[in-house]
């Protein structure tokens, strides 16, 4: 019981400081910046969808902890 309430509070840590970072990156004049890597262009619109991602995993990573089952 305690293995899963420890591993809900660090997601849930996690989640909070994932969520305050992209709202941060997505507020941030930096975005968009282009940055070119040989002839592929990687500008605002793929930063936000490498944000969108994380905040898909730790969202995801969160409600997975629910899941977990307890060792007997």
Known sequence: M???????LISLVMLIIAVIFVFCALSAPTLEKTIYIGD????????????????F?????FVTSFFI???K
Do not use: D, S
């Not at 293995?3 to 809900?8: A, H, Q």
């Not at 592929?40 to 905040?55: D, L, S």
């Open 2 to 8: 305690r293995t899963r309430k420890t591993l809900r």
């Open 69 to 71: 089952k307890e060792k």
């Open 40 to 55: 592929f262009v990687f500008g605002a619109e793929q930063w936000r969808f490498c944000y969108k991602i994380y905040a």
């Open 57 to 61: 995993v730790m969202v995801t990573l």
